[in-house]
T-cell receptor
Framework: DAKTTQPTSMDCAEGRAANLPCNHS???????VYWYRQIHSQGPQYIIH???NNETNEMASLIITEDRKSSTLILPHATLRDTAVYYC???????????????FGQGTILTVHP | GAGVSQSPSNKVTEKGKDVELRCDPI?????LYWYRQSLGQGLEFLIY????????KSGLPSDRFSAERTGGSVSTLTIQRTQQEDSAVYLC????????????FGPGTRLLVL
């Protein structure tokens, strides 16, 4: 699976949009971009995923650049409860040796402040 | 519906003892993964089960670690002769199937080896 690069930490004011970037310059054509987050002392929580089109769900929006080398997770109205570590993961097919496992990097620590 | 559940939520043991950690998957999920998260570290893959296929054990750190999944449902991760470096949060995730199916994580078991 392709390696991802994320900033170590970011701050955001409550009520404002949080934009979390991720670089995945070596992504291949059949690899998806997934976002998970981990709130302190909890298991990771799925947020959203996409291939090349922008995606939106009740939690967030995912913007993927046309060349697919980077993406941005957008939390439109951040709340204090959105404070967490956010992981950007590039994931390929389950064939061969990958078996669909997720490879987590260090993620971005997002702190939402009042 | 009910999510992934894990038990115990916390476990303190003495060095050299064996421990068993349990994961109850979401009903109908055929894929089950174990991950480990050591203090200040990212999540690392341990083992993967898919239906009746042979498990992918490539992430197990030593032969003291083993896991089984009975009847394609509940899974148990066993650590024999525990060492202090085994202290970590052990996370279970399940998915509907292979490949890019979304993985849903349990709350984890926090293991402390004294």
């Amino acid at each position: 699976d392709a390696k991802t690069t994320q900033p170590t930490s970011m701050d955001c004011a409550e009520g404002r949009a949080a934009n979390l970037p991720c670089n995945h310059s070596t992504i291949s054509g059949n690899e998806y971009v997934y976002w998970y987050r981990q709130i302190h002392s909890q298991g990771p929580q799925y947020i959203i995923h996409g291939l090349k089109n922008n995606e939106t769900n009740e939690m967030a929006s995912l913007i993927i650049t046309e060349d697919r080398k980077s993406s941005t997770l957008i939390l439109p109205h951040a709340t204090l409860r959105d404070t967490a570590v956010y992981y950007c993961i590039v994931r390929g097919n389950a064939g061969g040796t990958s078996y669909g496992k997720l490879t987590f990097g260090q993620g971005t620590i997002l702190t939402v402040h009042p | 519906g009910a999510g992934v559940s894990q038990s115990p939520s916390n476990k303190v043991t003495e060095k050299g003892k064996d421990v068993e950690l349990r994961c109850d998957p979401i009903s109908g999920h055929t894929a089950l993964y174990w991950y480990r998260q050591s203090l200040g570290q990212g999540l690392e893959f341990l083992i993967y089960f898919q239906g009746n296929s042979a498990p992918d054990k490539s992430g197990l750190p030593s032969d003291r670690f083993s896991a089984e999944r009975t009847g394609g449902s509940v899974s148990t991760l066993t650590i024999q002769r525990t060492q202090q470096e085994d202290s970590a949060v052990y996370l279970c995730a399940t998915a509907r199937g292979v490949g890019r199916e979304t993985q849903y994580f349990g709350p984890g078991t926090r293991l402390l080896v004294l």
